[in-house]
């Protein structure tokens, strides 16, 4: 085993990928209902659309992970009909992110999985791509938000 430098310790990488999800919650819970299922601009898919790949990847993809477990990415946009279900789904997820994240060990990081068949990288990185997939579409949600007047949180306050 090659022996690494920590940066982060495994408990402030969660705080901070789960403080990403926090501040997403609060982009979802801004939009009118209408808005969040059909307003986009310039072809891009609906905040409703982009909330169920997130939702179809962060706790899925983790619990992949940790059972070694390699499935295919589904995306269930038709699942949820109503803003209340996609915030209900969000906290669920955050929970079963939390507890598959206890199974965890710090060594994990650094094997390899091949997430949803698709992405053959350290786990490590795969924990990147939940979080960098979900700023950008969060940032999506921004310029969708400010389109139809109204302010988004400060993306600091996580």
Sequence with gaps: ??????????????KHWQGHRTLTRRVIELFPEKDFFEFS?????????LTSELI?????GLKGIVNREVEPFQEEAEKFTTKSQFLEQWDKDTETINN??????MEDF????????????PIIQNIFYFIDNEVHHRGQG???LRAL???PPFFWER
């Design 1 to 14: 085993m090659i022996a690494t430098a920590q940066v982060i310790s495994q408990e402030d990488l969660v």
């Design 142 to 144: 921004y310029v969708y």
């Design 110 to 121: 650094s094997d390899t999985f091949n997430l949803f068949g698709q992405y053959e990288f």
């Design 100 to 105: 598959y994240w206890e199974q965890l060990s």
């Design 41 to 49: 601009i310039a072809g891009m898919r609906t905040f409703a659309q």
């Design 149 to 151: 007047g109204i302010e």
């Design 56 to 60: 179809a990847i962060g706790a899925p």
